[in-house]
């Protein structure tokens, strides 16, 4: 394949859209700083389609123009999802070959953050998008602690009923309390001397996946995540520490 | 907001079973008597920190994050001392004439340089007429909200309805306070400033005025003042009247709402399940705290704002139409038992439907037009779209969209107005100018027409409207049958289960004794005629 560029209604015209905010007040001298910002980030032929002022300090802007850049996605290094998707049927019967037990799960929404709802939609029976939640898979134990839990908490919980996987969410964030969060949870889990066979994983809207590294995690899922990519991500990383402890 | 035409509720557009509506009146009603005994014969640490706040005790022991308030100090100290069942009136009152100041006897208490005790003879004379001025001084405090906030309106003019309701929430309250005025100016006429993450949690209210929350900015009584003060100064130059908002929920909720009587806010969050389904805060606490706490918000003429939108974040906004009303009509009667009226209850619902469900909109106009039938009173609130908003922004600006028309047609009171940028990051101040937009356009294109509107008989929206009635009844029936703290342990909102002595905050609760003295209890329940 070779270089690509923005499609607007015919090949290569590079047309793409923006729109933002500028601390000015509306006027002649705004369009132009407009159109000049447009420039600078490497619009030809800018347009501001749309300009009006936000209160007395502040105008919003709609701007067209034309990029310069292309980009050839063959030269892209893609990072290849490590594990299928697998149904309902196979996560279990997976887990029930591989494990000949249940898969013990703990999920938590860890710091100040009292939104489960991204917790929910991946642990509750009812599930998220169609898809049912691992409460409804027979051959997971799930224990969803629930919101504001402590790391303490999450390790005691692990070691108390021999857990094989964590789930730890962040929904609600600032200024990156999300990361801090879900670093004092791994911390507290390799103090504990619990981190190495366990499955430890993180998710939220503001997380991708890149992130698991950085954070010292085994996997993080981003926005819109279903529950059966959790459930088949687990039911690999399942098998492959089994093969791998022999 | 400015529209051409007049605002109205349609009322009487929709047959629906009016035997039905009066016995789901009538079973919340036999629900909520339990609830009603709890709040006569137990008291909270809040409720007498609460009181303790209107007597005059301010400021805090120690500094930063770690700082106790005093009121939580001297509260404390009485229940770990002489205990709390007679309340903390009498022995505060006590070593206010002991010190000869309020304030002087807070702080003694708190550094143990005055041990709280019981007075006898005429030294409880004394503390109960004490007591009881600040009691009088207490309630005339609350009502004075109410009286200058009328002054305000009469002065800088009313905002017409329906009320435009926008968040700000940015941690800081210095820097609330731009984005609420720029909001106010854009054409909000009602400002909500979200709380840090967590707050509901905490059993003490953060003092001063805050720069540090999470998602959200601290409920402080300083930073209510400062809001307070800044939305006043923007409504003289608007020449309309900016309402507030805040939290009375979770754990202090009683404190709160004393702290926005005394601040002048004008409505607040406040239901009288919410934090028991969704923050785990145990039943008994919440059931003392909101009957307390909406007295107060009765008197200081206070709307609040239920939270019913929170049951369709949890379940499906189809099937779960129906725990929307049921939930409404019990904060009705409980509102009414504490003697706050009809014109105060901002009911809250949402627009939550998947708009990939056939005729999603027809389904949203009968859910909200039922709601108004029921209430045709109440000042309701009316939620937007969050949980199918994907991060297709143009399509989530179109849905809002959707939502305001339903608004408009069903004759919804107080409109929070939708983000197309919701889920993805805190608005942007674009986000919320271009959210007036679609409103002020989408209100003033349609208004005039829920005066006109019909709906066929026995046709779909009428037959949806009467189907969730219907659920709704059966769902109240089935509570009244088990009694309500026994449905709740049985998971039967929201799905969640909790134990009438689980969740947070059990170990505040007290059992009044018989000699338990609270003036400003008993002068609230004798103003608002509560019993």
Redesign the interface.
Known sequence: MTAIKPYGDATDDGLIQA???LPIAESERARQAALEFARKMDLGRPQVVHM?A??PD?T?FIVYGATQHSVDPDELEVPEREFPVLSYQEVNRVLRESLKRQLVVVGACTG????T?GL?AILSM?GFAGDHGLEYFPEMRVLNL???VEPADIVETVRANGADAVLVSQV???RD?HLVHLKEVRDSLVDAGLRNGLILVGGG?RFSAEQAAELGYDKIFG?GTRPSEVASYLAYAATTRALNAG | MKTSHEFTRPIGRLQIDRASVAECRSLASEISKPIEELARTQTTVSIERACLRFAGVDGVEGEGVEAVPIPNRVVDEVKETIGLERGVMIPFFHAVEQTGDVQRAAESIAAHELAPSWPAGDDYERAVAAATRAGESSVATIAAANDNRGRAIDRVGEASKPWLYLIVAT?NIHEDIPQAQ?AA??GADVIAVIR???Q??LDYVPYGATTD???GTFATQENFRLMRAALDEVGEELGRYIRLTNYASGLCMPEIAAMAAMERLDMMLNDCMYGIIF??INMQRTFIDQHFSRMVHSLAGIVINTGEDNYL???DAVAGAHSVLASQFLNERLALSAGLPEEQQGLGHAFEIDPDVPNQVALEIAHAQLIRECFPNAPLKYMPPTKHMT?NIFRGFLTDGMFNLVGALTGQDIILLGMMTE??HTP???DR??AIENANYVFGGSIALAGELRFEPDGDVERRANQVLEETRQMLAKVADIGMFAAIEAGMFA?TVRTRTGGKGLSGVVVRSEDYVNPVTDLLSERLGVN
Not at chain 1, 112 to 115: E, G, I, L, M, S
């Open positions: 729109s933002f905010t009006k936000m209160g502040f919003f100040t953050d009292a939104h709802v929910d009812k629930g919101s504001q609600v964030t600032q309390a809207p926005r | 941690g720029a100016r854009a840090s993450t967590g509901s949690l929350g999470f998602a923050r785990d974040t949890t379940a991060g889920g993805i942007f101040l674009s100018d271009l799905d």
